[in-house]
């Protein structure tokens, strides 16, 4: 029998499969051809993202390419190999007992910076192929100086139903994907609560 973590992250594998470099990051003919668009059709805007006031967490610190942030408490590292599931940063909840251990990992997105814009259309759009249902995009949030788009939405793998809520963080040169998997179980208000102690901690190294 598979350990609790060890069922979870195999379903984070399989979740990252279906939504992630391949379908939430926006390939760079994706992202030029979006870019110009928005450039046209809006110009310049100024950020309605609001600034994240949650208590810090005080857990582990995790320690990705140029960046750290803080876990929750009983979160860390587990330090197993999980083929096909090779994030930039990972941490889970090591006490969890429910047969999915709630998690955060952090992609790189492969072409570098990622606007908003081009999650909230180009990333919502492929989400919804892949099979994700309850696709929800929510305000904006400012993590580390960053404007980041926040997107929810329920996934299945191997029988097992879940939610991700992912967020991309940018620095001048790069987007990072940041995505929580929760059970089901786990109320929205909760999630948020510490995905956004997470995110308060975000350290730019």
Partial sequence: ??????????LVAAALTLTGCSTLIPTEQETSGSSSQAETETGTEETTAGELDAAPATGATIAGDGYTFKAPTGWDDPQQEIPGFDPDSFAANLQDTDGFADNVNVLKSPVGVVTPDQVETLGLKELETVGATDVVVHDRVVVAGSESAHISAAMSSEGVSYVVDQYYVSSADQTYVVTFSFSDTVPAAERQQIAESVLVTWAWV
């Avoid at 029998?1 to 195999?10: E, G, N």
């Fill in 1 to 10: 029998m598979r350990t609790p973590l060890r069922s979870a992250a195999l």
